[in-house]
């Protein structure tokens, strides 16, 4: 059984950073991809970052892109999201998906496996 689960997020001011990050569990990920999305009050869900386990491709939303990096230490089984400079519309419930296709990128309906959210709220 498959589980993620998100930690890192919290209050921060315009400007500022933060780390998400999303421990991986019950499964061998070598072949998985592993993707962060995120859902903001009364919007739908949106592709933030994307990354190959093998660390080989990323993959950015242009919302993010220049802000935001993903990267992942295989002997954690962790995913992390290093957000820089946030905006104030980067507020939002941030989630870590799991894929076993590892070719998922940032098409959340490829991803099968969710964690249950991290609270980010970034103060103008």
């Known amino acids: 059984q498959v589980q993620l689960v998100e930690s890192g997020g919290g209050f921060v001011q315009a400007g500022g950073s933060l780390r998400l990050s999303c421990a991986a569990s019950g499964s061998t990920f070598s072949t998985y991809a592993m993707g962060w999305f995120r859902q903001a009050p009364g919007k739908e869900r949106e592709s933030v970052a994307a990354?190959?386990?093998?660390?080989?491709?990323?993959y950015y939303a242009d919302s993010v892109k220049g802000r935001f990096t993903i990267n992942r230490d295989i002997a954690k089984n962790t995913v992390y999201l290093q957000m820089n400079n946030l905006k104030s519309e980067d507020t939002a419930v941030y989630y870590c998906a799991a894929s076993q296709n590892v070719f998922a990128g940032l098409e959340s309906n490829k991803y099968k496996y969710w964690g249950q959210g991290t609270q980010v709220t970034v103060s103008s």
């Open positions: 990354i190959m386990w093998s660390g080989v491709t990323t």
